[in-house]
């Protein structure tokens, strides 16, 4: 069952990346139609070629080819061989048309991407039921240490994402992150509860993610593992507070009840890491849906995010490259993320690959479409043309390499996912 499903995934995986290719070969394709260039062939995928057909009398050939992950639109003047016995006017030869139609042409293709993009996201949060982790809310196991302490299902929790002092409680919450950062006085740690991103939503247990930390980590939240401080053998339980809204009816002032929680520290059988007993709490998962309102507001900030995420991926690339992944690495977070955040964050995580396959194919590197719109920019500025032999020669260069890394990116993700 378990191959099964795998390869259902896989064809999921191929059907979704597909659909991305399409649209945005499809943006090319629209507008050289609209500009009248003859298209020889509008291909999905490279290699060797699956399945083709052509309409009579029609010019263009649709292919389907062996290797899924891009695809092309042929057009006459891109250094494609025209076959025998067709004769094409110079009128109809991409080269040959105005530089405005030509870069029109090749920035449809990202174009379309942004507007699937904008649409996933507006489906996603018009459409389906949305999920959202509240943190200031509890959900408590009955006989646990949590309910001896006097806590109970739905209890509302002191909420300070700001200030760190004696005694204080933080939250730091995001959609998939929550953290619970407590000082202890005694051993001069920090004690944190959920201390790094929700792996699902099932597991919202608290006593998963309880570590002692450094204090140093109370200002690096982003990477708090590196400051995790073995629980040595003379701990023997640890205390902490946690505040609690009490039920007040309307018009009351709101009061706060002190609430202290101890645990026992305990030997994990399986490592020999020291961790602390089952606390018995976990956060609500509340279920909502959005207004019509709400979720184009939702569309347009998830385009920016994904935006801005975007260019820091790009920034990364160059101060940790190691953590590049390739197809595989899109493969497995895919497919983890309906696994385990479901399909909302699965159809938003796909307009997030949609902008970036619009944005990396912006950029000016040789092969990808934002190469032959800086030269098609350059020439109109300098009014100087550059040999068509010379960009077909810069064009397979940059092919050539965008090939070996995506080559290098998968050889690393074999060993990473699959090894």
Known sequence: MAILFNFLYIL???????????????????????FR???????????????????????????????PFGGYVSMVGEGTEVPAGIEVPESRNFNKIKKWKR?????????????????VFFISEMAFEQT????????????????????????????????FGENAPIYVVDRTNAYFTYFDETTAHV?????????????????????????????ETEDLDKHIVPITADVNSVTFNITKYDLVTEGEEQTTTPVSVTLKAKSNLTSPKRYFEDIG?????????NTFAQANKNTWNLMGESSAAIFKGLGSLFTSPGQAGGIIAVGFVTTSTLQNFG??????????????????????FPGLDGWQIFVLIFESITKREISQKT??????????????????????DVFMFMI
């Open 391 to 412: 960009k077909n020669i810069v064009s397979s260069i940059g092919i050539i390499l965008l090939f070996g890394l995506m080559f290098v990116l998968l050889i690393k």
């Open 103 to 119: 870069i029109i042409i090749l920035v449809a293709g990202v174009t379309m991407n942004a507007f699937l993009a904008l649409g």
């Open 37 to 67: 260039v003859y298209c020889l062939e509008f291909s999905i995928g490279f290699g060797p070629k699956l399945f083709s057909f052509k309409r009579k009398n029609a010019e263009t050939r649709f292919s389907l080819r062996g290797i």
């Open 132 to 163: 959202e982790v509240l943190a200031g809310q509890l959900m408590v196991t009955e006989n646990s240490v949590a309910a001896s302490a006097g806590l109970q299902s739905n209890d509302r929790i002191y909420l300070d994402s700001e200030t």
């Open 281 to 289: 709490l976990s956060f609500s998962l509340h279920k909502y849906r």
């Open 191 to 219: 004690i944190v509860v959920l201390s790094r991103s929700m792996p699902s939503y099932s597991q919202r247990s608290w006593s998963d993610y309880l570590n002692y930390l450094n204090p140093e980590a109370i200002d």
């Open 12 to 34: 999921l995986f191929i059907f979704c990346l597909s659909i991305l290719i399409i649209v945005h070969e499809l943006g090319h394709f629209a507008m050289a139609k609209a």
């Open 343 to 364: 399909i909302v964050s699965f159809i938003q995580l796909w307009g997030l690959i949609s902008i970036n396959l619009a944005i990396i194919n912006l950029l000016p």
